[in-house]
């Protein structure tokens, strides 16, 4: 097939990959050469075009993880030349393409490095901890089948245009992976305050910050500090306001919870 | 031969559900919690339905291949969802929705289902907004709306271009707090390589997991399968990397029948192939026909100039001038086809020749810039970073390619497929589209089927399973599955052969693109099937054809593409049986050889109007073609008009 855009070229690079066999074995840089790419070729294109060589001369490929290849999914992670996503802010690894790059560049590719993160291969790493900050209080409980007319509670639209700003995370990660405290603030942040702008979300606001905030804590995220790393490589350009709400919200909900009365007759049951 | 009972319920089409939710057996809540329900795939329809029958009291295991069940495929859906909701005042009712869905399907789907569907898609809109989806919104509050491709009216809901994403994670979040409540066990990279059915039931899977390379049996009372859909045997499509047609494959050599495998649609708006290394193919959202105009130039000799320099008289709004009544927003398959047609007479544009402008210049003289910017900010921004062009300023070029599949596994009107026990969900099964998917009814039907049909009608099966009987794992025909798992993965390891899996699979998506993609014919067809299994014969020969590196008993990524591909290359020669099987032209399948005088698709109702459901013969046996009679109680079979 034609090259689409006329302003392709080829492009050489040098690879400088993490492999790491396994989450307990030593990892270490390894040099792969990419020679004679499209520069319209994507980042996880060059990865497919190396791993083919990598594999039918008898090599190990390269694990990583991706799906989408449309910066949705969340999948891809990689830090790339010591950034998270790569060299271009709001895009995902996937959304990176070799036209950012120069011919005859070492490119550095890593994973996301944080303890909460562990590695499972080369760049592959487990986020299970932010699905189980999720099953702490990332929901409002509605019962399948339980739910009122749709527009019998109407949404103000700055309200809802600024939830669907916090709900366009896609859980990848990159905001631990860019903070030198690994901390999810921003990903916490995101979630709490799409549902609490929502008049839907109020119920269980207060219960939902505590039960994620200690989820977060248990799973050894550090603490937020003010640097902004998470927004800057947020390939969905979240906001740190989002933060600054979710502190809000914690202090607002530990406050209240000290003044709430118990009623002797509430239920033990969760959510 | 395989008993296909569609089981549709009697009485007046609006009175079908109603009454069968009346009829239909119930397990009581004392008995749900001793019945186990395997849930494979955590997409819209996965996670819903794992979630609902959580709520209900089964105990649910639900499998996935990715690392959460956040990042399936739904979430790429871009455009919106339709439900019959009215709120705009416009006209629409459920019966005009189940009509357009009927008619945009080219009257090859059931009536019942779609009829249904029709009837839940506002229940779907009010769970959804109570879950926190954060839909777009009117200045006071109530929810915004726009239309989509072969409607005329505006019922389609949305969350700027990114509703799957919402919708998905608004299911993720009942999903994880039935997951937090122990209601579902979840098992992530664990992907399902195997159905056991004991005594012509389906009692459980055989899984593997990624990361570790264990094979292990769990066994369950039923087993629903919402894995998606294959259009990733073509190669190039807008599916993610990952998804694949391995689950339903496996449950099709189980016994169960899959129906119109051809019926592919290829989605008319989307980014144009750039070089033969690319790994997949991005959709630009049918919403942005909305405000978008469709043309070519007039001229050959003007595709190489800057399209704003060719006057306006000079550019041929193709889809304007074919279908006045509907326009930009004729239907995909009509779309795609239309752009295949104008390309083919030497007007395309790009480098390729093999694209169409997609151009908002009017609508930003209408309503601004920042208009456009709101309604579709993150499109634009896609199409900048893969194209590196910025189509405030040039129209986008787009053309079409693979989307979505409407075949899949037969299934009743209870989803439960020919093997008892099995039920299938959304873009897996076959039952509500026909031959052509109208844009936003896919998010509908995933979460139709999981939040609001399943819940109901897998009582139905259960209520015959006595609680407490589900087969052991130590039993036989889990062995045996296990065996066969195994066998398969020692096989491809042992091919040790020359190429790599992409290889197979580049060269397989040129064969089925060739002559089973937008216009088919018996000639082109013949020939791919001649050739499909020249390429299968290639992939499996040892030392030279297909090469697996590494083991079987640790993350393996070659090893699990090499198993889809496997797969798709057995796949794609039913596809094109299919294909050859059916001749005439009906929705996306269009038959050079029964072309109507203004070039549109000719039905032939007498002979074709049914569901061909293909049945596994075994492997080196031609499969057996069953056929569903498609029976009619309420429409009239009409020739698809949108002029």
């Not at chain 2, 690319?278 to 978008?292: A, I, P, V």
């Not at chain 2, 791919?528 to 390429?535: D, K, S, V």
């Amino acid at each position: 097939m034609v090259a689409e855009s006329s302003s392709s070229q080829a492009i050489s690079v040098t690879l400088r990959v993490w492999r790491q066999a396994g989450p307990d074995q030593p990892g270490r840089f390894v040099e792969y050469p990419a020679r004679n790419l499209n520069s319209n070729m994507s980042f996880l294109e060059m990865l497919d075009v190396v791993n083919d060589e990598l594999a039918v001369k008898g090599g190990e490929p390269i694990a990583f993880d991706n799906d989408c290849r449309e910066g949705i999914c969340g999948t891809c992670s990689l830090v790339i030349n010591g950034k998270p996503h790569g060299p271009h802010r709001g895009v995902a690894t996937c959304q990176t393409y070799l036209r950012s790059f120069h011919d005859g560049d070492v490119i550095t590719v890593e994973p996301f490095r944080a303890k909460p993160f562990p590695v499972i291969k080369d760049l592959i790493v487990n986020r299970k901890a932010f699905d189980r900050i999720m099953q702490a209080g990332g929901f409002i409980s509605v019962r399948t089948g339980s739910a009122c007319d749709a527009n019998a509670i109407p949404v103000p639209k700055d309200a809802a245009d600024l939830a669907m700003d916090a709900a366009a995370c896609i859980g990848c990660g990159a905001c631990v992976a860019a903070c030198k405290n690994a901390s999810a603030m921003l990903f916490v942040g995101a979630k709490v305050s799409q549902l609490g702008l929502l008049p839907q979300g109020q119920p269980e606001r207060d219960q939902r910050v505590r039960a994620m905030v200690k989820q977060m804590d248990a799973e050894g995220f550090g603490s937020c500090t003010n640097q902004y790393e998470c927004s800057a490589v947020c390939p969905k350009l979240i906001s740190h306001e989002f933060i600054a709400r979710l502190n809000r919200d914690y202090l607002k909900a530990v406050i209240r919870s000290a003044f709430t009365p118990i009623s002797a007759n509430a239920s033990s049951a969760a959510g | 031969m395989a008993k296909l009972e569609s089981r549709i319920p009697s009485g007046p089409l609006e009175q079908k559900w109603t009454r069968h939710k009346a009829e239909i057996k119930l397990v009581s809540p004392a008995n749900k919690r001793k019945y186990e329900i395997i849930v494979v795939g955590a997409g819209l329809a996965g996670s819903s339905a794992a979630a609902t029958l959580a709520e209900l009291g089964y105990p649910v295991k639900c499998f996935v291949f990715h690392d959460s069940p956040r990042r399936a495929h739904s979430i790429a859906a871009q455009g919106g969802i339709n439900a019959a909701k009215n709120y705009q005042n416009d006209g629409d009712s459920v019966y005009r929705l189940f009509y357009d869905t009927i008619k945009g399907g080219d009257f090859r789907s059931r009536e019942a289902n779609v009829h249904r569907l029709a009837e839940v898609s506002a229940n779907i809109i009010d769970q959804c907004a109570a879950q926190g989806v954060p839909f777009a919104r009117e200045y006071g509050g109530l929810l915004a709306n726009r239309s989509f491709g072969g409607a005329q009216v505006s019922r389609t809901f949305y969350a700027r271009g990114q509703t799957g994403q919402q919708l998905l994670l608004g299911a993720y979040s009942a999903l994880s707090r039935m997951i937090s409540f122990g209601g579902v066990r979840m098992f992530t990279h664990s992907e399902m390589l195997d159905l056991v059915v004991v005594n012509g039931h389906a009692k459980g899977i055989i899984v593997r997991d990624l990361i570790t390379g264990e094979v292990t049996r769990h066994a369950a009372d039923a087993v629903v399968l919402a894995t998606g859909g294959y259009g990733n045997v073509f190669n190039l499509s807008t599916n993610a990397h990952n998804s694949n047609a391995t689950a339903i494959w496996r449950a099709y050599q189980r016994g169960a029948c899959f129906a119109n495998p051809c019926f592919t649609q290829i989605h008319p708006t989307c980014i144009p192939v750039t070089g033969d290394y690319q790994s997949k193919l991005t959709l630009m959202s049918e919403s942005l026909r909305n405000d978008g105009r469709i043309w070519v130039p007039k001229k050959k000799e003007d595709c190489r100039k800057n399209p704003n320099d060719i006057p306006e008289e000079d550019r041929d709004y193709y889809l304007e001038r074919m279908y006045p009544a509907f326009g930009n927003l004729a239907p995909r398959d009509i779309s795609s086809r239309a752009a295949k047609k104008v390309c083919d007479e030497g007007r395309g544009v790009g480098a390729s020749g093999l694209g169409v402008y997609l151009d908002f210049a009017d609508a930003i003289r209408q309503i601004g810039e920042a208009g456009v910017r709101e309604r579709y900010g993150n499109l634009f921004d896609i199409y900048h970073e893969i194209t590196n062009e910025n189509a405030y300023r040039v129209p986008m070029r787009i053309f079409p390619a693979v989307h979505y599949m409407m075949g899949g596994l037969w299934v009743d009107y209870n989803l439960m497929s020919n093997v008892p026990g099995l039920f299938v969900l959304g873009e897996a099964n076959f039952s509500d589209h026909g031959a052509n998917r109208l844009g936003a009814s896919a998010l509908m039907q995933g979460l139709a089927d999981g939040y609001f049909v399943i819940p109901y009608t897998i009582a139905d099966y259960l209520a015959t399973q006595k609680p407490g009987l589900r087969p052991k794992p130590e039993a036989a025909e889990f062995q045996q599955a296990e065996d066969n798992v195994r066998g398969i993965v020692t096989r491809l390891l042992a091919v040790r052969g020359k190429e790599p899996v992409s290889h197979f699979h580049k060269r397989l998506g040129k064969i089925l693109w060739d002559h089973c993609g937008m216009a088919r014919n018996a000639a082109g067809l013949k020939q791919a099937l001649q050739e499909i299994p020249r390429l299968r014969e290639e992939f499996w020969s040892r030392g030279c054809g297909v090469n697996v590196p590494g083991d079987g008993g640790t993350l393996n990524q070659s090893l699990e593409r090499a198993g889809r591909v496997a797969d798709y290359l057995e796949l794609a020669e039913l596809l094109c049986r299919d294909a050859l099987e059916r001749d005439e032209s009906c929705g996306c399948h269009f038959r050079e050889e029964h072309v109507d005088p203004e070039g549109e698709c000719l039905r032939n109702d007498e002979q074709y109007a049914h569901v061909a459901a293909w049945e596994y013969q075994g492997k080196d046996r031609a499969p057996l073609l069953n056929k569903e009679p498609l029976t009619y109680e309420s429409v009239h079979l009409a020739r698809r008009n949108y002029k």
